[in-house]
């Protein structure tokens, strides 16, 4: 059997699993079953598959066709320009979620906190594009936080991690606090994907209307924000409105709801308000 009728074969039984883009992941999985780069696929496709790697594409192509996502299969998943380990106890990156980190990035920060942390991926991009920068990632899963702390070791990131539930271990104060917590409500979990159902239910959904999350952030994140410090959390695509009054009725200023590329409400930010330094005032 040569590499290209594998393929064929790999596309098919995708496609009658029910894949998005079963043509895609077939071609990922082949390469990582014959140990090559992704890009230097071409240049096998003709050539005889080895056994061995035949035997490793049809145990990644089953897992891939019960709806494992690709990113746990391989390992990894690219986030703003970088690759980042993945693993069943982490949420999968996401591309909207690129659009916090743009935010977070467009202006100086020095003392970073993530909320929820999970691979990490949020605050070392973060740390990487502002190098005086360090920063703290917080999360209630010790697996995840090993994930992390392997992800900021690999792209030489300034963090620490430790678990805490939310504020709740944190000390000192931050210019920048930075979540993407979880907000998918309860009835709406049952029209998930299999891929996302695959993904750890305590960085899916806080339950109820799922924005939980939200509140305890607002009420936590004055008392941990220097004066000019922001907070910039990913929501749900309906959850703009609600989210941003959770922040206002906290004393939060500044309130901005940002657009991922789709259109669709993706970022709250708010700005703690600057103490009064009017130095003729007695």
């Known amino acids: 059997m040569t590499a290209q009728q594998a393929l064929i074969a790999a596309v098919a039984t995708l496609r009658g699993a ?5 043509a895609r992941d077939a071609r990922l999985l082949l390469a990582q079953a014959l140990e090559i780069a992704y890009d230097r696929l071409n240049m096998h496709l003709h050539d005889a598959i080895p056994e061995p790697a035949q035997e490793r594409l049809a145990a990644l192509v089953k897992t891939r ?3 494992v996502p690709m990113a746990q299969i391989l390992g990894h998943r690219l986030f703003w320009g970088r690759s980042f380990k993945v693993t069943k106890d982490t949420l999968d990156p996401r591309p909207e979620t690129e659009v916090l980190v743009q935010e977070a990035i467009s202006r100086p920060f020095f ?3 993530d909320l929820g942390t999970g691979t990490g991926c949020i605050l ?8 005086m920068a360090r920063g703290l990632g917080v999360d209630l899963a010790p697996e995840a936080l090993k994930v992390a702390e392997e992800n900021a070791r690999t792209h030489g990131a300034k963090a620490r991690f430790m678990v805490s539930d939310w504020f709740g271990a944190v000390q000192g104060r931050f210019d920048l606090i930075v979540s993407n ?3 998918i409500a309860e009835a709406e979990m049952a029209a998930l994907s299999p891929e996302v159902l695959h993904e750890p239910l305590m960085a899916l959904t806080p339950g109820g209307d799922g924005l939980e999350p939200y509140r305890i952030i607002a009420r936590g994140a004055p008392a941990r924000l220097l004066p000019g410090g ?3 959390v990913e929501i749900g695509p309906t959850q703009g409105a609600q989210v941003a009054g959770f922040f206002a009725a906290q004393g939060l200023g500044d309130i901005r709801i940002l ?3 789709d259109g669709r409400d ?7 308000p600057a103490e009064n330094r009017d130095c003729a005032a007695t």
């Open 18 to 22: 029910g894949v998005e883009d079963p």
């Open 65 to 67: 066709a019960s709806r």
């Open 111 to 113: 003392n970073a906190l």
């Open 124 to 131: 070392i991009s973060c740390l990487m594009s502002m190098p």
């Open 181 to 183: 917590p979880p907000y």
């Open 230 to 232: 922001r907070l910039i």
């Open 259 to 261: 657009k991922d590329l």
């Open 266 to 272: 993706r970022v709250v930010s708010a700005e703690k």
